[in-house]
């Protein structure tokens, strides 16, 4: 009997591994020069603004070697190369 709880104990452990957690975390980075920022992921989109060196963005989401970003009220697209990454956790 206790085998069998053992495996039905494992067996809803590795169920619930299944479901991702709810985000708690932002990745956040600083540009590490003044940074263009683009309207899409490509030197070849329009330039919308430009970023001071040590500006903190949130990272969205990165395709290839762009990553899409908010920073001081800008939504864009910036070269990954010169963004230094970190990883900040939220409280929930």
Known sequence: MNF???LALIGALVGLAA????????????????LNVRSGPGAHYAKIATLP??????LNLCQGSWCSINAAGIHGW??????????VVRPV
């Open 4 to 6: 069998r709880m053992f």
């Open 19 to 34: 479901f991702p957690a709810p985000a708690s975390a932002a990745t956040v980075a600083h540009t590490t020069t003044s």
């Open 78 to 87: 910036a070269s990954a190369n010169y963004l230094e990454r970190s990883h």
């Open 53 to 58: 060196a040590g500006q903190r963005v949130t």
